[in-house]
């Protein structure tokens, strides 16, 4: 069976798959915790984290893909168009624009 498939039978909303290759982002990533941006949330900066954020070979070494999931816990859809001819939609918190 097809993976992105199954994982939508499951019932997530988006479905990914990645090579298990070191993030490019990693340098942003120390760069925001050690600016402070991760407030009391003090298991982000841990090193042992950041070694994770950098590549998942440190989590599960010798993968080669990652499959990533998620699942909108909103269930609130508000959609408003704009007299520009902008589409918005809200769901729970998040606000997404498309033109």
Do not use: C, N
Request: aromatic share 10%; charged share 20%.
């Amino acid at each position: 069976m097809d993976i992105v498939q199954k994982a939508r039978e499951l019932g997530f909303d988006q479905v990914g798959i990645t090579p298990a290759t070191p993030s490019s982002h990693t340098p942003t990533y120390a760069t925001w915790a050690s600016a402070g941006y991760a407030g009391e949330m003090s298991y982000l900066i841990r090193e042992e984290a950041l070694r994770k954020r950098a590549g998942v070979a440190e989590l599960v070494p010798g993968a080669r893909s990652v499959i990533v999931v998620a699942k909108s816990y909103s269930t609130k859809i508000i959609t408003t168009f704009s007299p520009q001819g902008s589409l918005s939609y809200r769901t729970g918190y998040r606000m997404s624009s498309f033109r």
